[in-house]
């Protein structure tokens, strides 16, 4: 099971990069000079808090009502709210303290939720390192439709899959895949990647 140790750190990962994306976000923005928001720090708990819930959704077959507000959350968490009407806004979540004290809670129910999920799919390191995969991929997509670019959004969604995969004892072989292209080939769908990306992950066991 993850460590307090362990929570801290990857809260700390998940600092960086949304510190990162608010950054991008800022200085991607013109005529406005900097938001008053800017100085609130980043929530590293509250982003790690917000890929868990995608991951046990995942696991319980409810991925939609999570798709529809993880954008607004990882941007509340960056200290970046999304601009108003560009998708659902998220209820009000865990922040802080209170956020880091349900992360360790949050993955040891995604332990438990992977050891008796159903379907016949890969359990253990192989089955949560092809939903990290998956998780990375979605949320890819939903900070798109919070107005985050491709490359922001590709590069803060696998930072955040790398904190999360921390609290497993799991690391990416690479640290960061590509941005898709402006005009991306068609793929296959997101499972089949992710599928095929498991080996996108190494580990010196799963806690």
Known sequence: MPTDHACHSAAELAAQTLDQLRTALLTGASGEGRPHFADTPPDGAAGLLAFLDGLSAELQG???????????????????????????????????????????????????????????????????????????????????????????????AAGLA???????????????????????QPSPDPVTSAFRRMSDWTTGGLP
Do not use: Y
């Open 62 to 156: 409810a991925l939609t009502p999570w798709h529809t507000t993880v954008g607004g959350r990882i941007r509340d968490a960056a200290g970046v709210p999304a601009p108003e009407g560009s998708a659902t806004p998220p209820a009000r979540q865990p922040s802080g303290w209170e956020a880091l004290g349900l992360v360790r809670t949050r993955a040891e129910a995604v332990l438990t939720a992977l050891a008796h999920a159903r379907g016949g799919g890969p359990v253990g390191v192989a089955g949560m390192a092809m939903r990290l995969n998956l998780m990375e991929d979605v949320l890819t997509g939903a900070l798109g439709r919070v107005d985050v670019p491709a490359e922001q959004a590709a590069r803060c």
């Open 162 to 184: 790398e904190a999360t995969g921390s609290l497993f004892g799991l690391r990416p072989a690479h640290r960061h895949r590509p941005a898709p292209s402006p005009d991306p």
